[in-house]
């Protein structure tokens, strides 16, 4: 397992918040290494469930497999009651990390109403602070609920199982007057067998330009579309590059994926999913992926 990164906690003993968020680690460590012994037993087959959850202009997103849930965003402020309640009917009580991209409103918003139902092992976020309620909203549910939080400074690497993370931050500066929030997404490439995922926030601008660069490796099975499906200038190159089969946009009836967008995917051969027609579920068995129930 490689971790990297500076760990933050909020309010309160910042020596025994980095001793927990350390000792989660380790435990994620050790339970890894457990499935690994029993793996040389009998090897399970491999089952991994991803849902991308349909709440309008919002994100969403879980990776569930082998007993590890890890949720990336939590939607708007109404969406928290949704959020528990989908997370109810999959059996989940306790997510082993929360990962927050960035800090706009449909990202963070149902947070406090997650952290007050479900278990959070751990939290990662990007490290730079808004001033805004929602921010202020999410650090205190955060504090009260005693959530170990790391603030990424720089990219990380985590297994889970036999999962695998790459969690990648932005080189962008954050600008106070601008609030160019979708510029800092933390970016998630997670490998599961031979199949793999890119979930990509908000990422937009100079970010995006940026990961099309020849250091980053973008390609992926599944693609979760930055910004909500949004055109910009970079996006073609994006898309020939990641070469998805599998697009998944977190849009709505009432604020569309751009059809610049949509076209150049579909240029690229990728089947594309939108939540405006309801819940992504797709499942993979590590060597490829379907929609479940096809």
Not at 36 to 52: I, S, T
Not at 164 to 169: E, R
Request: charged share 25%.
């Amino acid at each position: 397992m490689l971790v990297k990164g500076i760990f933050f906690g909020y309010a309160g003993d910042m020596k025994k918040l980095c001793i927990r968020f350390a000792s989660l680690m380790l435990g994620i460590f050790m339970l890894a290494g457990l499935n690994g012994c029993r793996k040389k037993e009998a090897a399970a087959p491999m089952a991994l469930d991803f849902y991308a959850f349909s709440l309008g202009q919002a994100d969403c997103l879980l990776l569930s497999y082998e007993g590890y849930h890890i949720l990336i965003d939590a939607g708007e402020t109404d969406d928290g009651e949704d959020i528990c309640r989908a997370l109810s009917e999959l059996g989940i009580k306790k997510l082993n990390l929360l990962v927050v991209t960035h800090f706009d409103k449909d990202h963070i918003g149902g947070l406090p109403v997650l952290a007050e139902t479900v278990e959070i092992d751990g939290c990662l976020m990007p490290d730079y602070v808004r001033d805004s309620k929602k921010y202020r909203a999410m650090e205190a549910a955060l504090e009260q609920f005693d959530v170990p939080v790391m603030r990424l400074q720089a990219d990380m690497g985590l297994e889970l199982g036999r999962g695998s993370f790459a969690f990648w931050i932005s080189p962008i500066p954050y600008d106070t007057e601008e609030k160019n929030d979708n510029e800092l997404s933390i970016v998630t490439r997670f490998t599961y067998g031979e199949t793999s995922f890119l979930l990509t926030g908000d990422a937009e601008g100079a970010w995006l330009e940026a990961l099309c660069d020849k250091s980053y490796d973008i390609s992926c099975t599944v693609l979760k579309m930055p910004h909500h499906g949004k055109w910009e200038p970079d996006m073609a190159l994006f898309t020939a590059l990641t070469l998805p089969e599998y697009a998944v946009i977190t849009d709505s009836g009432k604020n569309p994926a751009d059809e610049e967008t949509l076209s150049a995917l579909a240029l690229e051969g990728a089947e594309i999913l939108r939540t405006a027609q309801g819940d992504v579920h797709l499942v993979s068995d590590g060597r490829q992926v379907r929609v479940a129930g096809e």
